[in-house]
């Protein structure tokens, strides 16, 4: 396409996109020929001149190009657009026999930069947080909805990201029919309501499908081999996920914690919707609204001790400059929570942090294990499910990531 405006970039900094990595930053940008705007399809081109792909241009942000495509040939169009959005959805259609919310779409893994699509049941809910896919928001609709069968989405983007990209705020009905206060999903047979419209990010985290999962047949093993149930303390719980697993799998007592009180409505009401609210087992779950740095405080100064603890918290760091106080706050959690577990017990510790990556956050946590003085098996890596793949060649989109460490 001849009179598609070029992004030319200095020496040198060629080499990230010939390894196929989307991000071109605004400091490897020489010039800029022709008045692409916002969300412009530019093709990017080495100081030799040399075609190194087709992206979309972003003026304001630091990610001044996102790119599409690296082959010259393969020009995006609505056509292209259809097919990408075709093959993510198809990618996943494995995952609905196990859950009623899957990521559709996520971003650059699969190679729709800046828009992220979750299904819960028949709705559809967006984040568009780059300005190419805001330009091509309609066909990239058309798109989602011929693929998934579904009619009806709303729109959750970040109003901050959209800033940043030069955007007006986004939210609400793109399509269909407003969303109802609360979708009801099942995620390996376990029952979540879903508050599309005001929980967090998208209303759930859908990213630890498989690791709540795997909670929930922890607890199934401990009872096997111990012969007792075992007690569970969830730390920043949201709505129940672990909580509710734990629970069903046949938990002794489940102690939750979140500083958020809608949060923990909501996971009263799901305990509720499994029917765990009723029966022997209704005290054994104990939603605390509470800061959980100063909670495992107080549950330590009452001899509390659990087989089974979870910590899945907020994102510690944002960026590079966050690193060292975010290390700090995940070696504070995790050293108090393994002074609460039982031997035999097991931990499940996550970081959401992209800035932090595994080998250092398997370095806090080992640091934490030596200052409780005791000894852990190191029995699983752990990481977001299938519908939230990474992409070889932008580690950058790596995020989720967690160890299920035992207590020897
Ligand atoms: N494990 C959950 C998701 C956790 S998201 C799931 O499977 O659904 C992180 C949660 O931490 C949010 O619900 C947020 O409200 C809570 N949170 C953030 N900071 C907190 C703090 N200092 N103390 C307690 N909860 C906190």
Redesign the pocket.
Known sequence: MGTAATVLLKRGKERSLLRRNPWIYANAVARVEGAPGNGTLVAVRGEDRRFLAWGAYSPGSAIRVRCWSFEEAALPDEAWMTARVAQAVARRAALRAHSAAVRLVFGEADRLPGLVVDRYGDTLVVQIQAAGVDAWREPLLDALCAASACSQVFDRSDAALREREGLAPGGGVLRGAPPPARIDIREHGVDFHVDVRRG?KTG??ID?RDN?RLAADWVRGFVRAHGRAPRVLNC????G??SIAAARAGAASVVS????AD?LALAGANAALNGLDAGPSAGALHWRC????AELRSLREQDARFDLIIL???KFATNQHQVERAARAYKDINLSALRLLEPGGALMSFSCSGAVDADLFQKIVAGAVVDAGVDCHLQARLGAGADHPTLVTHPEGEYLKGLLLERV
């Open positions: 967090h759930f985290y630890q709540r920043f719980c949201y709505t996920g672990f914690v979140d500083s958020s949060a509470a800061d959980v740095f899945d918290p907020p």
